[in-house]
């Protein structure tokens, strides 16, 4: 009975309604876009919100405190040489994410390689085409296909390219939802079964892809009272977004 109600007002909802969320009430957006501009390099940019996402674990506070962090670092500190160098650098001082650092260098070495021969051509590419840069992310990474560091690259990855080429192009079907610790809770209000599969099944039913479901559950997990504000604000269905929490 409750797997039906989340489903109607997930179709209700539609990726429409995850998009307003997306662009107008994630901080992490707002973050993306503020580098964006100050940055002035559209190649540099989306390389950087990649490598950003790869280290996005193990943080020190939340995670739109450590987009916002890294927003204004990059702003500010254009990267001269390799991101590698960069971040060897920024994560030592990092106040959002000081755990962890020797192996998030280390997952930052393997992937530099792979981003330093890509083009804004490529990357429109990956954009129109997010399976097979989730896929060759994999690769290079040597990550399971639903690894929570992999998915989330390509959910901010997704955020860049809409920002730098000005459209927007829904995530695909087959890409899981990040599992972490909210939706895992969230989850168990309906289901024993695993996560990432009820989300998939549910995606199905329902027609919106795991990322952007994803993007309609934060502001009702994350209990930020700035978030339910923006959520007022700008979406004109916040209530039946905010409903989700009853559930």
Request: proline share 5%; glycine share 4%; aromatic share 12%.
């Amino acid at each position: 009975m409750k797997v039906e109600v989340l489903k109607n007002i997930l179709m209700e909802l539609g990726v429409e309604c995850a998009r307003i969320i997306e662009e107008k009430v994630d901080l992490q957006f707002l973050a993306l876009k503020n580098l964006y501009k100050n940055l002035g390099d559209d190649e540099l940019f989306i390389k950087l919100v990649i490598a950003n996402s790869i280290v996005s674990y193990q943080l020190s506070a939340k995670g739109e405190q450590w987009w916002l962090e890294f927003s204004n670092y990059f702003s500010r500190n254009y990267p001269k040489t390799t991101i590698l160098r960069s971040y060897s650098e920024f994560l030592p001082k990092s106040k959002t994410n000081k755990r962890l650092i020797p192996s998030k260098l280390n997952r930052l070495e393997r992937l530099e390689p792979f981003l330093m021969n890509l083009t804004l051509e490529n990357f429109e590419g990956y954009y129109n085409n997010m399976l097979k840069f989730r896929n060759d992310l994999v690769r290079v990474m040597r990550a399971k296909e639903d690894a929570k560091t992999i998915v989330f690259a390509v959910k901010m990855f997704g955020y860049a390219s809409r920002i730098v080429f000005k459209n927007f192009v829904p995530y695909p079907i087959e890409i899981p939802i990040p599992k972490d610790f909210r939706i895992e809770n969230y989850t168990k209000r309906f289901t024993s079964e695993n996560p990432v599969k009820f989300w998939e099944r549910i995606s199905k039913d329902v027609g919106i892809p795991p990322l952007h479901i994803d993007s309609i559950l934060w502001p009702v997990l994350g209990g930020e009272e700035e978030v339910k504000k923006r959520l007022k604000e700008h979406c004109e269905k916040a209530e039946l977004v905010l409903r989700l929490s009853s559930l």
